[in-house]
């Protein structure tokens, strides 16, 4: 009876020691958490305790219905230095005290002017086996997290040779990724799990396994010390970790690996976190982005673009075209006029200095291509060398402005190594200088830049409308297209997609005209190039063509209505008290949609102007409405098709 007595203590003083030894491996493997001020997004940091010792991770979670889900189960930290390595054998030596970022600041441009934002901060402080330090800094924003490497050491010049931060995304999560390419022009794929092993662009759009919440990955806050990152899978399916340039980008120019000189910092590891509605309407990327470096804007002014290369592949070439799409813009009443390639060499009638001549007596600006040149691109259009150098820039942009050229087109990067992140910025410092607007193509997607250089008003790094030119796949690629990239790639900042065609240019459109007006809508971009020849425009109904005269293209509000990427997308935006809603249809099949006007103010009356698919898709159909608050509409949208409600207070 003894002997069964001790065997049970036994048993319960060992079972105690196991108990005691999970609680004891919890306790230390949580070393940090920090929530949102919300109180709905969680993020933790833990040490990896079985053959990782001295790595760390963070985990995130996300509050639903009272209750907190996984969102990624592992962000893996740490770097590679050439002197040292800062991915294992980190002691943890303190952490911060908890405190809090609120910050309220005006843009000029983006989808939402004012903008209010709040985070809880914490810093972890490691140090490794030499004693060298490194902190993490991470914050918890009500729309989502955002985390950067601090090295506080006062000296010293290294290669970062590896980034270790990775992503472990679970099977059975949705995600919508583009294979990278060194312009960004690729397709959105929807996946489920990471059998597809290469590299991708961001930002990087996932839907968690249990569907109730997404999350956008993405960098921000990129300066000259860095270049940029991208991820990729190649060495585990379901581990996105954050990669270098390749070698062969930018024709081999550069190095790939970046160097630091301390103290440094990272830019942001940024990760949008919610609804989709809080995925798309997030200014997350420009929150944690520096502010504002120009102390003079007023120079800087937003504005719709007359655009002749998509219907005209030559069109600047010829002065007789150049003359036409600056009426256009005059008759719409378009600020700006763009003379893209071949300008240099523009005939039948005139030269530069008479089409100038011209633009400016109809009272239109005209904005001017560069090739970015040099060796790290392989395309020879002319003028090829005037970006290169400080020298260079000054000289043209003193000259641009004399001539009355307001803004630059650059194009043809192909690399985001550190060297060519320096070029991106030497030029956006030099034109602000001589209060030049700046936009590239062929080129990096946003990373915060348009909130610290206010001028630099839009990016390509999307496969926008030119592509009808290039491909045939366009065609029928381009509905679906359309409907993911508001959830991604213009979630981050402004997308030159060059929108709005209804005539054909190389390769036809299956779109509808009622799919193609609203893309002036869902679409932000800060210049907003109309790429149709002018009888696209001419010909379209009277309410259509002065809802394109009088289309902002900067917003004081955005909201997703409806939506899901590669399906359809219902977004509203608002201006001055204006609503515009664009609405389109992915699908081959009609649909009609109950719109809730609930989003208006409460108390005043609107008059609606519905612009939708009429009987087939090359037709529109227009009615007028009053409207309030607590209103509904219905819309058809034919197969490919979509709508645009302009929405006008009657007071």
Same mark, same amino acid.
């Given at each position: 009876?003894?002997?069964?007595?001790?065997?049970?203590?036994?048993?319960?003083?060992?079972?105690?020691?196991?108990?005691?030894?999970?609680?004891?491996?919890?306790?230390?493997?949580?070393?940090?958490?920090?929530?949102?001020?919300?109180?709905?997004?969680?993020?933790?940091?833990?040490?990896?305790?079985?053959?990782?010792?001295?790595?760390?991770?963070?985990?995130? /979670?996300?509050?639903?219905?009272?209750?907190?889900?996984?969102?990624?189960?592992?962000?893996?930290?740490?770097?590679?230095?050439?002197?040292?390595?800062?991915?294992?054998?980190?002691?943890?030596?303190?952490?911060?005290?908890?405190?809090?970022?609120?910050?309220?600041? /005006?843009?000029?441009?983006?989808?939402?002017?004012?903008?209010?934002?709040?985070?809880?901060?914490?810093?972890?402080?490691?140090?490794?086996?030499?004693?060298?330090?490194?902190?993490?800094?991470?914050?918890?924003?009500?729309?989502?997290?955002?985390?950067?490497?601090?090295?506080?050491?006062?000296?010293?010049?290294?290669?970062?040779?590896?980034?270790?931060?990775?992503?472990?995304?679970?099977?059975?999560?949705?995600?919508?990724?583009?294979?990278?390419?060194?312009?960004?022009?690729?397709?959105?794929?929807?996946?489920?799990?990471?059998?597809?092993?290469?590299?991708?662009?961001?930002?990087?759009?996932?839907?968690?396994?249990?569907?109730?919440?997404?999350?956008?990955?993405?960098?921000?806050?990129?300066?000259?010390?860095?270049?940029?990152?991208?991820?990729?899978?190649?060495?585990?399916?379901?581990?996105?970790?954050?990669?270098?340039?390749?070698?062969?980008?930018?024709?081999?120019?550069?190095?790939?690996?970046?160097?630091?000189?301390?103290?440094?910092?990272?830019?942001?590891?940024?990760?949008?976190?919610?609804?989709?509605?809080?995925?798309?309407?997030?200014?997350?990327?420009?929150?944690?982005?520096?502010?504002?470096?120009?102390?003079?804007?007023?120079?800087?002014?937003?504005?719709?673009?007359?655009?002749?290369?998509?219907?005209?592949?030559?069109?600047?070439?010829?002065?007789?075209?150049?003359?036409?799409?600056?009426?256009?813009?005059? #008759?719409?009443?378009?600020?700006?006029?763009?003379?893209?390639?071949?300008?240099?060499?523009?005939?039948?009638?005139?030269?530069? @200095?008479?089409?100038?001549?011209?633009?400016?007596?109809?009272?239109?600006?005209?904005?001017?291509?560069?090739?970015?040149?040099?060796?790290?691109?392989?395309?020879?259009?002319?003028?090829?060398?005037?970006?290169?150098?400080?020298?260079?820039?000054?000289?043209?942009?003193?000259?641009?402005?004399?001539?009355?050229?307001?803004?630059?087109?650059?194009?043809?990067? @192909?690399?985001?190594?550190?060297?060519?992140?320096?070029?991106?910025?030497?030029?956006?410092?030099?034109?602000?200088?001589?209060?030049?607007?700046?936009?590239?193509?062929?080129?990096?997607?946003? #990373?915060?830049?348009?909130?610290?250089?206010?001028?630099?008003?839009?990016?390509?790094?999307?496969?926008?409308?030119?592509?009808?030119?290039?491909?045939?796949?366009?065609?029928?690629?381009?509905?679906?297209?359309?409907?993911?990239?508001?959830?991604?790639?213009?979630?981050?900042?402004?997308?030159?997609?060059?929108?709005?065609?209804?005539?054909?240019?190389?390769?036809?459109?299956?779109?509808?005209?009622?799919?193609?007006?609203?893309?002036?809508?869902?679409? @932000?971009?800060?210049?907003?190039?109309?790429?149709?020849?002018?009888?696209?425009?001419?010909?379209?109904?009277?309410?259509?063509?002065?809802?394109?005269?009088?289309?902002?293209?900067?917003?004081? @509000?955005?909201?997703?209505?409806?939506?899901?990427?590669?399906?359809?997308?219902?977004?509203?935006?608002? #201006?001055?008290?204006?609503?515009?809603?664009?609405?389109?249809?992915?699908?081959?099949?009609?649909?009609?949609?109950?719109?809730?006007?609930?989003?208006?103010?409460?108390?005043?009356?609107?008059?609606?102007?519905?612009?939708?698919?009429?009987?087939?898709?090359?037709?529109?159909?227009?009615?007028?409405?009053?409207?309030?608050?607590?209103?509904?509409?219905?819309?058809?949208?034919?197969?490919?098709?979509?709508?645009?409600?302009?929405?006008?207070?009657?007071?």
């Amino acid at each position: 009876m003894l002997s069964n007595y001790l065997k049970t203590y036994k048993m319960v003083r060992t079972g105690m020691v196991i108990l005691f030894a999970l609680v004891s491996f919890f306790a230390t493997a949580q070393k940090f958490s920090i929530t949102s001020p919300n109180q709905k997004i969680k993020v933790r940091i833990f040490q990896h305790l079985n053959g990782g010792e001295g790595s760390w991770y963070l985990k995130v /979670n996300y509050q639903v219905n009272d209750q907190f889900i996984e969102i990624i189960p592992q962000i893996d930290l740490g770097l590679k230095r050439s002197d040292q390595d800062f991915s294992k054998d980190l002691k943890l030596i303190k952490k911060s005290a908890i405190h809090t970022i609120k910050e309220d600041y /005006n843009a000029i441009h983006g989808k939402r002017l004012h903008r209010t934002n709040s985070a809880n901060e914490g810093i972890v402080f490691f140090e490794n086996a030499e004693g060298a330090k490194m902190n993490v800094v991470i914050r918890a924003y009500d729309d989502g997290v955002a985390f950067q490497y601090d090295f506080p050491d006062k000296e010293g010049t290294f290669v970062v040779m590896e980034e270790l931060t990775s992503y472990t995304i679970p099977d059975s999560t949705t995600r919508w990724l583009e294979k990278f390419n060194p312009a960004n022009e690729g397709y959105y794929r929807k996946m489920k799990d990471g059998q597809l092993q290469q590299d991708w662009a961001y930002p990087a759009l996932f839907q968690t396994t249990d569907s109730t919440a997404y999350y956008l990955i993405h960098e921000a806050g990129l300066g000259r010390s860095y270049c940029g990152t991208k991820l990729s899978n190649q060495a585990r399916g379901n581990q996105y970790k954050l990669t270098f340039p390749d070698e062969w980008n930018g024709r081999g120019q550069g190095d790939r690996e970046p160097t630091v000189t301390l103290p440094w910092k990272s830019p942001w590891r940024v990760i949008v976190i919610g609804s989709l509605a809080d995925i798309v309407e997030s200014t997350l990327v420009d929150d944690v982005s520096p502010p504002s470096v120009v102390q003079k804007t007023d120079w800087i002014q937003p504005g719709k673009v007359s655009w002749n290369y998509w219907s005209h592949n030559h069109g600047t070439k010829d002065y007789k075209v150049v003359c036409d799409f600056a009426d256009l813009a005059a #008759r719409m009443e378009w600020p700006y006029t763009l003379l893209d390639w071949e300008w240099d060499a523009m005939g039948n009638g005139g030269k530069l @200095e008479d089409a100038l001549n011209y633009i400016h007596s109809l009272g239109v600006k005209p904005l001017i291509w560069y090739n970015s040149g040099g060796d790290h691109t392989w395309v020879e259009a002319t003028p090829k060398d005037r970006m290169l150098t400080h020298e260079n820039r000054a000289k043209e942009f003193s000259k641009l402005k004399e001539m009355g050229i307001v803004g630059v087109k650059v194009d043809f990067f @192909e690399s985001e190594k550190q060297d060519m992140i320096n070029y991106y910025l030497d030029i956006i410092e030099d034109a602000a200088e001589h209060e030049i607007m700046v936009y590239f193509h062929g080129c990096l997607v946003p #990373r915060g830049w348009g909130r610290t250089y206010p001028h630099l008003m839009t990016y390509e790094g999307v496969r926008g409308a030119e592509w009808y030119n290039n491909v045939p796949d366009f065609t029928y690629e381009a509905p679906e297209h359309n409907t993911i990239l508001p959830f991604t790639r213009n979630v981050v900042g402004s997308m030159d997609y060059t929108p709005i065609t209804f005539t054909n240019s190389q390769h036809p459109h299956i779109t509808s005209y009622g799919h193609e007006l609203a893309l002036g809508v869902l679409f @932000e971009s800060a210049l907003q190039h109309m790429a149709d020849r002018p009888d696209g425009y001419d010909e379209l109904p009277d309410a259509a063509k002065t809802l394109l005269m009088d289309l902002p293209v900067v917003w004081d @509000e955005t909201k997703l209505l409806d939506g899901y990427p590669g399906r359809d997308v219902i977004m509203a935006r608002e #201006r001055g008290g204006v609503w515009y809603i664009g609405g389109i249809n992915a699908e081959n099949r009609e649909k009609r949609k109950n719109i809730d006007l609930d989003f208006l103010p409460n108390g005043i009356s609107y008059k609606l102007t519905l612009i939708a698919d009429g009987d087939h898709d090359k037709a529109l159909s227009t009615q007028y409405m009053v409207v309030e608050h607590a209103d509904k509409i219905q819309v058809k949208m034919l197969p490919r098709g979509g709508f645009t409600a302009l929405l006008k207070p009657l007071n």
